[in-house]
Every structure is written in C-alpha cells, then in structure tokens.
C-alpha cells in the first residue's frame, strides 16, 4: 500500500472541506434568494431577528418568535416586540456571533456562518482522528463526516443553534485527549450555552467518562453539571420570560407521558420514568423509521458505530431523546436534531478503530468508501431541505418542478415588490419570505395581523406581502399546499372585504397589501386573472 504521508492527509481534508463549503454555500444561499420554501424557513427569519435586535441592545428579542409563542398560540395575545425568545430556547452562545452578525447584518451570511462552522468542525475532527491514527484512517473519518446525511442536511437548513454542536464538542474532545484542561471546560461551558437541552448530549459523554474509567471524575462533573444546568434553566430561568417551556414545549414534545396541559422537565422526567412500558414502546416504534433512523447516522461511518460500546453510550440519551418525542418529523436526518448524535458517533468510531486497528484493510477501506458513496447519493437524491431544487424535481409523480429561470425571474419579481416596503414599517410575510424581511423591529407571520409595539398599543402591521406563486406550484403534489392555498385566497379576500387593507402591488403570484390604502384597478385585474389559475389540477 503506498505511503500516505501527513501533508497529503491534510491536503485530502482540506479539498474535501473546500468542496463542502463551496457546494453548501451555493446551493444554500440560492434557495435564500429564490424565496424557494423549505421546512421551518419561518427560523431563519426569527434568528435574524434576534441578531438585529440583539446588534441593537435589545437581547434576543423577536416579535417574530412572539408568534410562536403560548400567549399567542393560545391565549390569543398580540404578538410582541419586546418579547425574548430566551422563553423558548436558552440559548446565551449566539452571542459570540453578534459581532460576525454585525458585519453581514442578513439572514444570508447566517447561512453562511452555519456552513462554515460545521466545515471548521470537520478540521477539529480530523485532528482529533490523528491523535489516535495515521493520516489514511484519519482522512477516511473525516471524508465520512463531510458525506453524512446527518451532517449535510441539518447544514443546508435555514440556521439554527445546534450548527455550533459539532465544533465544540471535537474541540472537547481533543482537548481531552491532549490534557489542554481550560479549553476542554470552555468548550463544555459552551455546549451547555447553546440550547437548554444539550445537556442531553453531555450527559450521555459524561456517562462514557465514567463507565470507561479514563476521567471518571471529569465525568461525574460532566453529568452533575448537565443535569443540574437543565433543571435549574428550565425550571429556574426560562419561565422568568415566559411559560412556553412549561405549557407548549414540554406538552407538544412529551404530552403522551403526562395528563396536564403543563408540565416542568422535572414532571415530565418522573412522568416518563414511572411509565416504562410506555417509553419502551416510544423507543420502538414506528420500528421501520426507527431502524431507517439509525442506519442512516451509521452508514458514512461503515456501520462502525454499531460495534462501538462508547458510540452507544454517548448517543443513548440524545437518541432516546429524539426516539420519545411525538413530532412525526423527529426521526429526519434532515432536521437539526439529527446533529446531536453526531459528535458522539464519530468520537466513538474514533475509539473502536483506535482498538481495531489491524481491521482497517483493503477489502474495509473499500466497503468504507462504498458506504460514504451511498449516503452521499442517497443524500443528495433526497434533496435536503429542498436545496437542491433548482435541479432536483419536487416531485416526479406527478412533475413539480420550477426550473431556474422561472424561480430566477420569481424571485426579482417578489424583490420589486419589498422594495416599496420602507424599513421601519410593520409587516407580515408568508413563512418564506418573512427572512427577507426580518431586519426591523415589527415583523408577524401570516395570517397574523396584530403587533403590540414598544408603546405598547396593539396596532395592525402597515403591509402584507403573500406568495402564491410557490403553494400553486406545489398543490398538484402535496396536499397541504393545496390546503394552503385555498386559505391564503379565501384570508386575502376576507381582508380586502374590510377595507381595512387595499391590494397596491402584484407580481408573479405575490400579493402586497398596504393597510388603509386604495385598492389598485389595474393590480386587482391582474390579480383576479391570477386568481383563475388557482383552482387544483385533478
């Protein structure tokens, strides 16, 4: 076998990391500014919102996570500008990229920011490989994590906390491994900053500690502290800003386990514990997604972490997490969640190969280099968080697809029409189109109309600008967009009907509305016209 020297290893990584940031980057931002939708792209705008209003002094606050919250969801509130989001996630380690926020001031270099933090974490990974490895087995790791669906889909979502996870805990970990103390509890500290739940996923690393015997004191800090951050800041710290924790969260997540409306993580934990057969069942089933789940975080990886005792350890109680929760979406390697067995996975890939390395032979390194071809196919013919839309169809049966020029020529349509948006005034916004138009202090999401501003006063919002364009396309396909469709139109004519609102703008299927304004002629022609196209193909 030919020599595989240090520099050449470090030349393969940084090819690999170039070619992943690169595509991410441009597969990414063009869905931004195409407007295409994509699952929760309602975060991206809620995260930008809470970076300008943080740049500004106002910390984490978010009108647009205001409408997400209990008093608006059920109590029937007016969402607000001052509320803090810090009610839903605790999430303190945003703050180290304010000033990176302050220089790109958009939801685009947020994306960006994303890419390249899970691209830095695959430098720390391979670091972290060679501490154990020679280059060859090193490169073969780190190319794994460059082509995990686990990895690649959450990158390409709209931004989120968790894309932090990744570098931190490789950066824990090769500090462990090379006795650096003070970085290995920093980057602790930092994990524990970046959800309220990532304690879930330090607890399970802790518990390896222990049950390894190489740091079982570093270990029993690690659990102690896990445990007691999330107890004191669920209980504790979030419900001084609101009860989302207690009356949504933990309901909508965990509401099978208990019989309240309301519940602390404490409640919720004891509810789940005295239930065993019922949390069983939850691990378990569906069984067929389950194992789908589980296979997919394994195969970049050539199912060694299947073999590997502290992959198990380390990603049980992430996994039991996800594996309980009731969100039908929660078993996707596409979402964000899907990141938080990954550090686990590789960390322990890392030591099984470190006691097997006279397995690393040419018949594995060529099963290994199949596995990482067939996640990356099976990622990419996936089309993660519809990034890949502009050359991957919808769908094929029946045909949905938008080719370039047409999402091109859309998106410069809907552009025109936010230009005539001033800066400082008030909106809503279909979900994907209301990160375009989070750069402002009074920002709702449709069919929301009501903002409570910093006077106090709840007023309406000065615009509304809606897409049909996208729903139209997809309701042939799926039929929530069908059902989607059909309320944008009968909600735009109750509108209209008050008087309240006058339609003064249409482009490309996108409506805008300016309250107490006129109603355009020519608009509302060509509006009506439109408005033919909408009946549902059969």
Known sequence: MPRFSSIKGVRVVAIAALIFWVACCIFALQRYFNFYPTYVAFDQGI?????????????????????????????????????RRLGQHFTPALLLWVPYYALVRSPAGLSVLQITLITAAGFVLYALARHYHPPRLSVFITISYYCANAVIA????????????????????????????WLFWVMIGLTLLVREDTGIVL????????????????????CALSVGYIVLVTNVVMPLFSEDISRRFMVEQFGHFIDNQEASTVEVLWAIASQPGKLLANLFTPLD????????????????????????????????????????????????????????????????????????????????????????????????????????????????????????????????????IPDDASVSATSYLIAHLSNRRSAVRYPELRIQEDDRQVRLVDFVIMDFWYPRLFQRAFDDERQTLQGMEEILGAWLGTGEYGMVGFRSGTVLLEKGAESNPDVLER??????TLTPAE
């Open 47 to 83: 995260f930008n919102q809470v970076f300008w209003n943080t740049m500004h002094g106002r910390l984490f606050e978010s009108s647009l996570s205001s409408t997400e919250s209990i008093n608006v969801l059920v109590d029937g509130e007016a969402p607000t500008v001052f509320y």
């Open 203 to 222: 607890f399970g690393i802790g518990l390896y500690f222990i049950l390894s015997r190489r740091h079982w004191r570093v270990g029993a800090i690690v």
């Open 527 to 532: 509006w009506e016209r439109f408005r033919q």
């Open 154 to 181: 959450p990158t390409l979502a709209n931004f989120h906390d968790l894309s932090q996870l990744p570098l931190y805990l490789f950066t824990a970990f090769l500090a462990l491994e090379k006795r650096v103390w």
């Open 289 to 420: 997604r389950t194992i789908n789940y589980v296979l997919g975080q394994w195969l970049p990886l050539a199912f060694v972490p299947a073999l590997s005792p502290s992959a198990w350890v380390m990603i049980a109680f992430p996994l039991t997490k996800t594996l309980m929760r009731q969100d039908p979406t929660a078993l996707s390697l596409h979402l964000r969640y899907a990141l938080t067995l990954v550090p686990g996975l590789f960390y322990g890939a890392i030591l099984w190969w470190a006691k097997h390395p006279l397995q690393f032979q040419p018949r594995i390194q060529n099963f290994w280099k199949v596995c990482m071809g067939l996640a990356l196919v099976l990622t990419l013919t996936s089309n993660p968080n519809r990034a890949l839309s502009i050359v991957i169809p919808d769908s094929f049966q029946p045909w949905v697809y938008a080719p370039p020029a047409e999402q091109w020529n859309h998106a410069q349509a809907v552009r025109q029409l936010m230009g005539r």
